[in-house]
């Protein structure tokens, strides 16, 4: 059935940014586990997360502190940089944040 007279407002994508700034951070959250994400505002950010508006995760494990973060211009470099420190070991994840050099990994070795 077909109505008469009834047009659909077009919703206008909002135009997403590839560009500009984007950040990776580290939070440790209040049971001393750690929360990677990225995002282009990252005062914003982790103003949501404390306020139990950001990631699941993170609901329940509040307060959060931002314990690491890096700059990037592209939204791609920024997403790819969040799986791989997704993909590290909490030892890892601590080198990094601490700025130590990453210890190498014997072969057949375990994380």
Sequence with gaps: MKISGCKRKKRRKRKFRRSGKFFVYILECSDGTYYTGYTPD???????HNRGKGARYTRDRRPVELKWHK????FKLAFLEEKRIKTLTRKEKEDLIYARKPRKRRAGSRR
Excluded: N, T, V
């Design 71 to 74: 700059a990037y211009r592209y």
């Design 42 to 48: 990252i005062d914003k950010r982790l103003g949501l």
